[in-house]
């Protein structure tokens, strides 16, 4: 079992749509999830941060976390073609490393 | 400039031979990472380092070597390039502003011929 999940798409939406983006993880003992954005030929860079329970909301973009479930969302409202690239989920792991999933690839359709 | 800087961007080489690619930053955070990125398999961990004169093997570190005689550089060697690194190596730095947020560099493409 990977230690970080993500399915790796493509999820294609509509322009105006909600994306819904999914992660889960292995250790128990994480702590600290992360979403990145990564454009195409470009560096990861992170857009969203979660480190207790429940909803993070920072302008259209939500992150979720339910610890009990091991489970890390993302959501993006109002769905632009700007927010079409890979989203990875980042999971902290023992000796302050960050474990990647291998990427949901977004595509927003106009 | 501040930030984190990369190179080479592009290389290419051929099997066998020695690679050295450089990470160099201007933040002096203490933490610098080494990931590779291959299609499929996300970003994976080859070397970190918590300090100068202190690193750590992460999940995929067979066939290079890192050193960090200075804070601000962290370079990473192949000592003698296969095929199956072929790949995307993108250097970060912990921001410190959080724990664990990473910054990463422009990233090198490599291509072992």
């Known amino acids: 079992q990977k230690e970080v999940e993500q399915n790796s798409g493509p999820l294609s939406v509509p322009e105006g749509a909600i994306a819904s983006l999914n992660c889960t993880y292995s250790?128990?003992?994480?702590?600290?999830f992360f979403w990145y954005r990564q454009y195409s030929g470009k560096s990861p860079e992170l857009i969203m941060s979660?480190?207790?329970?429940g909803d993070k909301e920072d302008g259209r973009f939500t992150a979720q976390l339910n610890k009990a479930s091991q489970y890390v969302s993302l959501l993006i409202r109002d769905s632009q073609p700007s927010d079409s690239a890979t989203y990875l989920c980042?999971?902290?792991?023992?000796?302050?490393?960050?474990?990647f999933g291998a990427g949901t690839i977004l595509r927003v359709k106009s | 400039d501040a930030g984190i800087t990369q190179s080479p961007r592009y290389k290419i080489t051929e099997t066998g031979r020695q690679v050295t690619l450089m990470c160099h930053q201007t933040w002096s955070h203490s933490y610098m990472f080494w990931y590779r990125q291959d299609l499929g398999h996300g970003l994976r961990l080859i070397y970190y380092s918590a300090a100068a004169d202190i690193t750590d093997k992460g999940e995929v570190p067979d066939g290079y070597v890192v050193s960090r005689s200075k804070t601000e550089n962290f370079p990473l060697t192949l000592e003698s390039a296969t095929r199956s690194q072929t790949s995307v190596y993108f250097c970060?730095?912990?921001?410190?502003?959080?724990?664990?947020?990473?910054?990463f560099g422009a990233g090198s493409r490599l291509t072992v011929l």
């Open positions: 979660i480190y207790s329970n």
């Open positions: 980042a999971v902290n792991a023992r000796g302050n490393k960050l474990v």
């Open positions: 250790d128990r003992g994480s702590q600290s």
């Open positions: 970060a730095t912990q921001s410190g502003v959080g724990a664990n947020v990473l910054t």
